[in-house]
């Protein structure tokens, strides 16, 4: 899901949710390692954000 269109709408989503936040992105490179923002405590919301995203789809999928 990285780097594809919706993985930037999400992020534009949350970068919406958690304004207060520092927003500056790591290179793009270590976003596979789960480091997408420079702020450690602003990435972690979003790893948290994302894998709730992701939950949310799996259940729809399934139905639920």
């Known amino acids: 899901m990285l780097q594809t269109k919706e993985h930037y709408e999400l992020m534009a989503e949350f970068e ?3 304004k ?3 927003m500056d992105k ?3 490179q270590d976003w596979p390692r ?3 923002y420079e702020d450690g405590m ?3 919301l979003f790893l948290a954000y994302r894998k709730g ?3 949310g789809k799996a259940v ?3 139905g639920a």
């Open 16 to 18: 919406k949710e958690f």
């Open 20 to 22: 207060g936040n520092r």
């Open 26 to 28: 790591e290179a793009k």
């Open 34 to 36: 789960g480091i997408v």
């Open 42 to 44: 602003t990435n972690n």
């Open 53 to 55: 995203y992701g939950l």
């Open 60 to 62: 729809e999928r399934m």
